[in-house]
DNA sequence: AGCTAATCAACAACGGTTGTTAGTTAGCGC
DNA sequence: GCGCTAACTAACAACCGTTGTTGATTAGCT
């Protein structure tokens, strides 16, 4: 995502307001590589600001994911988690202590394999061509333990 | 996953009971590419056995997979879909019909390549050999367009 | 200063899933 | 076929993460 500052002024150019708690929930996010859920983020913004509501996190949240700044992640364990990071990029995930980590992607390498290895469930397995998978992303998400957990 | 009658068996083994509710969960998983909901494995079941209760059928389904029987799927959007099968393989997720489709697996490349790009988030980017991650599982979330829906 | 977005509080409601209770049914080993 | 006990049912309540609602208040931006 953006610095809070490029942030402020693309939030005013969407005729969107810059205000205190949108701006914490960002700062909040920004540069964090750990991942947290939505009731972690409003942890932090409660310590400068105690009066947030979890709703209007969930708001700003949404807001920034919606304009592309943050990654919403679901990882099928509970709840959602968001991340400033917008490279392309994998996740692995301790079974142990619940962490996520980035890992460099294996995107380029997954969508180009990805057309030769679709699985023709129509059942007509001889007429190859007729079928079209428009990939628009793919995401690994790798399970185990890291090195803090004994991996 | 085995045949309902290997099934039958394996159940019997455990302790458990094979009930005609059970066979008519494992009935409904068997062979099936669909990566049905609880919910539409309870319509199904419904069709033979229309007192059977949803409580019963998430019950049924969770023995599959402590079974090892079924793989649970949760692919971020909703409900948890059942996949009788266990080969390893990937999924595509068509982002209008929300149907899921199986990829064969590419796996044994993304693990082979995974020590190789993991993000070492210690900081310590120089010493690449103190840091271990144990990979269980990898998993790949393909998403776009499916052939039924334009792609 | 004025328009209007944003926030707050407080609460309801959602969907998916699990827990609970108590009474009934029925599978399985003998 | 008996008896033990797992499983089922119905009817709920409760969970978690998230979103909707309402109405009053605050405050960003032009």
Request: proline content about 5%; some cysteine; aromatic content about 6%.
């Amino acid at each position: 995502m953006q610095s809070p500052d490029e942030l402020a002024t693309r939030i005013r150019e969407q005729g969107m307001k810059v205000t205190p708690q949108r701006l914490a929930v960002i700062e909040a996010l920004y540069g964090d590589g750990s991942h947290p859920t939505a009731d972690i983020v409003w942890d932090r913004v409660r310590e400068r600001m105690p009066t947030v509501s979890l709703r209007t996190v969930y708001q700003a949240l949404n807001d920034l994911v919606e304009m592309g700044e943050v990654q919403m992640v679901e990882l099928g364990n509970g709840a959602a988690r968001f991340d400033p990071n917008l490279d392309h990029h994998d996740h692995f995930v301790c079974r142990n202590c619940e962490r996520v980590y980035d890992v460099k992607s294996t995107r380029p390498r997954l969508v180009s394999s990805f057309a030769a290895a679709i699985d023709d469930d129509s059942g007509d397995g001889s007429d190859g061509d007729a079928v079209h998978y428009t990939v628009d992303s793919a995401e690994v998400i790798f399970r185990g333990l890291c090195p803090d957990c004994g991996g």
